[in-house]
């Protein structure tokens, strides 16, 4: 029987946007893009590209299309950061640092774990990786960086870079 406890528990467990969902999405587009490694601004653009990939000239989105969707990355970094570590202590991702900085790279059990995945949505997700992966991750960060700013706005992209050089979190 469960406690009240218990029911409390499961009832403040969040479900979209939430580590685990970051963190697969994190792990999906690593995978893809694999053996290649990115630092934590570059997969916060690519989580919010890979279910926005319309706003790119991908194909269908697959979250609705919002009107206030480039104000996403404002409040994703930390919630990235989050993902990324839960996933590195499953061992799907690993850590690489060395004088540019840490970078976060599918792990070898990535591979698996994705091929695991069936659901429609998972699929999709999929689908959408690959195609960022071919089209996006071979950009250099200064690359990526002018097509966050043009498709997204800089406001985005500046607040994310005062994040970084203040240590301020949203």
């Not at 104000?71 to 061992?91: A, N």
């Not at 599918?106 to 949505?121: G, I, Q, T």
Request: net charge negative; aromatic share 8%; proline share 3%.
């Amino acid at each position: 029987m469960a406690s009240i406890k218990d029911s409390d528990e499961t009832q403040n467990t969040v479900l979209f946007n939430s580590p685990l969902e970051t963190g697969v999405r994190a792990v999906v587009v690593l995978n893809a893009a694999h053996p290649k490694a990115f630092d934590l601004s570059q997969i916060t653009w690519f989580d919010h590209l890979v279910v926005h990939t319309s706003d790119i000239g991908g194909p269908k989105s697959l979250h609705p299309d919002v009107p206030s969707r480039s104000g996403e990355l404002l409040v994703r970094r930390s919630l990235i950061e989050e993902s990324l570590t839960l996933m590195r202590r499953l061992h799907l991702i690993d850590v690489l640092a060395d004088e540019r900085g840490i970078f976060y790279q599918a792990s070898d059990e990535a591979y698996s774990f994705v091929e695991l995945m069936r659901s429609k949505y998972a699929c999709d997700l999929k689908a959408r990786s690959e195609w960022l992966a071919e089209n996006f991750c071979n950009m250099d960060k200064e690359q990526m960086k002018k097509l966050i700013t043009d498709k997204l706005g800089r406001w985005s992209i500046e607040f994310q870079h005062e994040e970084v050089s203040t240590g301020y979190r949203a």
